[in-house]
């Protein structure tokens, strides 16, 4: 009699593990229709941003959201995304004429539970100034991901570069040289040419 009963609880557990294979591969078809639709997000947000299209943008985010800048602009609205467009881009003292953001994700999107997700990666920012030059910063982006009406949307998003070490500081840098330098110059000119207004100034010795 223990024969059988070793064969049918063999039965049962090869049951279970083929029905627990078949669970996982059918999550894992879930999660793969999952990561389309971020990828799909993820170039709306991209197109919104390049575009400077703070509605597209906005319409890519949750109802309550929170979204950090690069400049560490705090964005919680769509008024706030077309304030931020406003003053890097359209302002007429506004020092960047386009953006090209080109972000890259590192992982595949962890997921929290079935709404909830998360993601990091790095992104290449090329910036046209307005004086002709381009800039090009590396970045680093993190965002949490929440399916919200059936549809997944950016829930919180940061974007960071590092602070001592980007080309918008070497450029400061340099042109606080060039001022120091110029400064320097505009000195040492302005100098000689006080020091020989005054020795002209200066009476001319009688001889005797």
């Not at 539970?113 to 004086?131: S, V, W």
């Not at 949490?144 to 829930?155: D, I, Q």
């Not at 974007?159 to 060039?178: C, H, I, Q, Y």
Request: some cysteine.
């Amino acid at each position: 009699m223990k024969a059988p009963t070793i064969g049918c609880f063999v039965s049962l557990v090869v049951a279970s593990l083929v029905g627990l294979a078949a669970g996982t591969d059918a999550a894992e078809e879930n999660r793969e229709a999952d990561h389309t639709a971020l990828r799909a997000l993820r170039a709306k947000a991209v197109e919104a941003i390049n575009n400077q299209d703070s509605h597209a943008l906005a319409a890519c985010c949750t109802k309550e959201f929170a979204f950090t800048a690069i400049d560490q602009t705090l964005v919680t609205s769509e008024a706030q995304f077309n304030a931020l467009f406003d003053r890097m881009f359209r302002a007429k003292d506004a020092p960047i004429a386009s953006l090209k953001t080109e972000p890259e994700a590192e992982i595949l999107t962890r997921f929290i539970d079935a709404n909830t997700g998360i993601c990091y990666g790095k992104t290449k920012d090329t910036y046209a100034m307005k004086d002709g030059r381009t800039v090009v910063m590396n970045a680093r982006w993190t965002a949490t991901v929440t399916k919200e009406n059936g549809e997944w949307k950016v829930a919180a998003a940061h974007v960071g570069t590092d602070f001592l070490n980007n080309p918008v500081l070497t450029l400061a840098v340099s042109f606080g040289k060039k001022l120091a330098l110029g400064t320097g110059v505009i000195g040492l000119v302005v100098g000689i040419l006080l020091g020989r207004v005054l020795f002209a100034r200066q009476p001319t010795p009688a001889v005797s």
